[in-house]
């Protein structure tokens, strides 16, 4: 099937857009995050003023300076900078979607072929994943070390491993391709989640008076578990997928090509932190280092053995 270049081309319009969206929302998130440093500052000392209503900010009715006013003012404004970080996280993942529905409609294919487009589901799935978890969790604060990592993720795929909109490749002409590859693809895009949560956990939980404005260590450790118990069984499936195609393939369920043994180290990991976490001795700092670990795999899997290593899954499409 020839390749519609105008569709692919809007693809790669709406995809750049999503991502200075999603710049643009970190930056709300971060200075969310200022605003109420500043506001935590200020209200050191004082009582807060609760009901000010439509007064100005900073006198009352007598005319008097009245600091939790101005506390009050602060506060709200953070919390305006957040709702619209989530605001701008919507339309960027709206048009982050957008950019795979095109990408798919001009090759007429599964638009997850190469690392390009291995990347941008991924940080979709993490995009979609973190929208979800704020309504789950008090964790608005944590969007712009969400959505920095994203970004830069996209910026890499657009540029250094773009590619342009082609056929598959023989090697990935099977259905599997549709569900193997979108399925780990997906949960490791979930995976991001936990392990931005479990690091930040390690620095809240390092007792340093800089990270005090993160969320709760329990939030933290609450949704990292949450999403891991989520992220993981998708895992499990996109691993026992890649198996059976690999047999119908290479004539082999398994073959410890690199991408099959970082993704079996990266399962072990994982499954040792679900572990841990239901283990009373083990929650905490130690299983937030497992899963941080698991993290660490896990984009040592999708850049250095895609990109360096030699093997039967180097389809990355990048010269």
């Known amino acids: 099937m020839p390749v519609n270049t105008t569709l692919a081309t809007f693809s790669d319009w709406t995809y750049g857009a999503a991502v200075a969206i999603y710049v643009i929302a970190a930056v709300f998130y971060l200075c969310e995050q200022a605003f109420a440093k500043n506001t935590a500052t200020r209200k050191a000392g004082e ?11 900073g006198t009352g009715e007598d005319g008097a300076w009245q600091p939790g006013l101005v506390v009050r003012t602060e506060r709200s404004r953070a919390e305006k900078l957040g709702r619209m970080g989530v605001a701008l996280t919507l339309l960027g993942a709206l048009l ?12 007429g294919r599964a638009p997850w072929s190469n690392m390009y487009e291995y990347t941008a589901l991924l940080t979709f ?13 008090p964790a608005r604060k944590l969007g712009g070390f969400v959505l920095t990592p994203i970004a830069l993720l996209m910026f890499l795929g657009g540029t250094v491993l773009y590619a342009d909109a082609a056929p598959v490749p023989p090697p990935l002409q099977s259905y599997w391709l549709v569900v193997h590859v979108s399925v ?15 690091v930040l956990y390690l620095l809240k939980s390092s007792g340093r008076a800089r990270f005090t404005k993160l969320p709760d260590a329990d939030v933290l450790d609450r949704l990292a578990y949450r999403s891991t118990v989520f992220a993981f069984p998708l ?8 198996a059976i195609w690999a047999e119908a393939a290479w004539g082999r369920f398994w073959g410890w090509d690199p ?7 990266a ?19 130690p299983a937030a280092w497992i899963n941080a670990l698991g993290f660490a ?21 990048v010269s």
Do not use: D
Not at 267 to 285: F, I, M, N, Q, S
Not at 298 to 309: A, G, I, K, Y
């Open 47 to 57: 009582r807060e003023l609760v009901g000010a209503g439509p007064q100005v900010a």
């Open 96 to 107: 982050h979607g957008g950019s795979l529905v095109l990408r798919g409609l001009a090759t």
């Open 125 to 137: 799935a993490a995009v979609v994943g973190w929208l979800v978890l704020v309504r789950m969790f």
């Open 184 to 198: 780990i693809s997906v949960s490791s895009g979930l995976f991001l989640l936990p392990g931005v949560a479990s």
């Open 235 to 242: 895992f499990t499936l996109g691993i026992i997928c890649g």
């Open 259 to 265: 991408k099959e043994t970082v993704s079996f180290v």
């Open 267 to 285: 399962w072990v990991v994982y499954a040792a932190y679900l572990h841990a976490r239901a283990t009373a001795g083990w929650r905490g700092r």
């Open 297 to 317: 795999l896990t984009v040592f899997n999708l850049f250095f053995v895609n990109l360096v290593t030699t093997g039967l899954h180097s389809y990355a499409g």
